[in-house]
Nanobody, 119 residues
């Protein structure tokens, strides 16, 4: 299955905002759900948020609820992750994966993008 590659990562100051994007490999969306994950050096990969591609139902990890917003855009064939009030602990490589469930069973990770939050 083709992968969804992430983009948009950059260096941002603490307290800042950033929007990341994952691009669909083909039209139409051919997966049930897309999720955002991150992995910091020396840490395990962490689930952040997921969205179903047809209905747009969402699910968030408690650690980012209220700060991060996931959305899908059929016109642009993308799934975005809006992040606000960024902290140095948010520094990580962010990537997307797909699943046949909204919660769990994610796989097929695409190329990630680096987000660095300076203190």
């Amino acid at each position: 299955q083709a992968q969804w590659d992430a983009s948009g990562g950059q260096l941002v100051p603490a307290g800042g905002s950033l929007t990341l994007s994952c691009a669909a490999p083909r039209r139409p969306f051919n997966v049930f759900a897309v999720g955002w994950f991150r992995q910091a050096p020396g840490k395990e990969r962490e689930f952040l948020a997921g969205v179903t591609t047809v209905v747009g139902a969402t699910h968030y990890a408690d650690s980012v609820k209220g700060r991060f917003t996931i959305s899908r855009d059929h016109a642009k064939d993308t799934v975005s992750l809006q992040m606000k009030s960024l902290k140095p602990d948010d520094t990580a490589v962010y990537s997307c994966a797909t699943s046949n469930l909204l919660q769990g069973n994610y796989g097929n990770w695409g190329q990630g993008t680096q987000v660095t939050v300076s203190s």
